[in-house]
């Protein structure tokens, strides 16, 4: 029930471009996406509805694939200040608890 | 802007004692979580809240758990003999009424058993 993130990590050069998946084997009702620095808590981006709904948030961005339960985050021209955790977070039902999958560290080098 | 807040930020205690941790949630939320974090890994939900009681709780959240909103603001997180595997960060997290709304997180609790 858990969610896959994909890739476990990355390590880019400040202005790279990046790309987080987070798939389910089970039907989605909506996908919460969070970044979590060292020692701190998950701080939160974004939420994706079913419906294939792209969402922006000035260069972080996100898009939800129904047909194949899979939510893709998005990151241009990354900056320093983006490395972190990022987590995706599913609800299955509507409403309710989410369940994280386990993480994608993100590292920015100048 | 609005925060959830929790303390303490760090709470060190004896194997088989009972700990209580405590949020604030954001006043207009009604939805109320406890989630945790075992250093490295992922956030793991532990229990839902929802007018004054139990939504749903999670296999890790067993008797030795209970949550409590004794008034107006304050949602509280009970572990009554703590274990060294309780060692954890444990984040209080709110959310307003409707199908699908933000999760806001505390900054969390830092649980140490020795």
């Known amino acids: 029930q858990q969610p896959v993130q994909s890739p476990q990590a990355v390590i880019l050069r400040e202005g790279e471009d990046a790309v987080i998946n987070c798939s389910s084997s089970?039907?989605?009702?909506?996908v919460h996406w969070y970044r979590q620095k060292h020692g701190e808590a998950p701080v939160f981006l974004m939420i994706?509805?079913?419906?294939?709904e792209q969402k922006g948030h000035e260069k972080i961005s996100a898009s939800f694939n129904e047909k194949k339960q899979q939510s893709s985050l998005y990151l241009t021209a990354s900056q320093l200040s983006y490395s972190g955790t990022y987590f995706c977070?599913?609800?299955?039902?509507?409403?309710?608890?989410?369940?994280f999958g386990q993480g994608t560290r993100l590292t920015i080098n100048p | 802007e609005p925060e959830v807040t929790q303390t303490p930020s760090h709470q060190v205690t004896q194997m088989g004692q009972e700990v209580i941790l405590r949020c604030v949630p954001i006043?207009?939320?009604?939805?109320f979580y406890w989630y945790r974090q075992i250093l490295g890994q992922k956030v793991e939900f532990l229990v839902s809240?929802?007018?004054?009681?139990?939504?749903?709780k999670s296999e890790i959240f067993d008797d030795q758990f209970s949550v409590e909103r004794p008034d107006g603001s304050n949602f509280t997180l009970k572990i009554r003999s703590t274990k060294l595997e309780d060692s954890a960060m444990y984040f209080c997290?709110?959310?307003?009424?409707?199908?699908?709304?933000?999760?806001?997180f505390g900054p969390g609790t830092r649980l140490t058993v020795l």
């Open positions: 006043s207009n939320h009604l939805y």
């Open positions: 977070g599913t609800d299955y039902q509507g409403a309710q608890k989410l369940v």
């Open positions: 089970k039907a989605l009702y909506s």
């Open positions: 809240f929802y007018n004054n009681e139990i939504s749903e």
């Open positions: 997290a709110s959310r307003e009424q409707g199908a699908v709304h933000t999760q806001y």
């Open positions: 994706l509805l079913k419906g294939g």
